[in-house]
Nanobody
Framework: QVQLVESGGGLVQPGGSLRLSCAAS????????MGWSRQAPGKQRELVAE???????NYADSVKGRFTISRENAKNTVYLQMNSLKPEDTAVYYC?????????????????WGRGTQVTVSS
């Protein structure tokens, strides 16, 4: 069974930094795109950043220049470096991965999600 586990969330003051990590584990054959999304209270989940296998990335306009997504393919891990954090960045952050996994029925592809990690930006 494939699972994604996030870590690195917490409470930080405005202007501070946090680094989120997300590791995929299980019967993984390959992973293509990986990404981070967030959901603030009362709002819809939004894509923050995503990155392809070759390192091509894109970002939501609200985080460009402040957040950096990266990945270590050998470790099936994606990171999100968040700098110059603002109170409006407060949300639960979820990682996702487009995974080709080995199941009892053979190879199956699907987007997997982690359970999320809370990021709170407040003084």
């Amino acid at each position: 069974q494939v699972q994604l586990v996030e870590s690195g969330g917490g409470l930080v003051q405005p202007g501070g930094s946090l680094r989120l990590s997300c590791a995929a584990s299980g019967s993984i054959f390959s992973i293509s795109a990986m990404g981070w999304s967030r959901q603030a209270p009362g709002k819809q989940r939004e894509l923050v950043a995503e990155i392809t296998t070759d390192g091509t990335s894109n970002y939501a306009d609200s985080v460009k220049g402040r957040f950096t997504i990266s990945r270590e393919n050998a470790k099936n891990t994606v990171y999100l470096q968040m700098n110059s954090l603002k109170p409006e960045d407060t949300a639960v952050y979820y990682c996702s991965a487009d995974i080709l996994g080995l199941t009892t029925d053979g190879l199956e592809r699907g987007v997997m999600w982690g359970r999320g990690t809370q990021v709170t930006v407040s003084s």
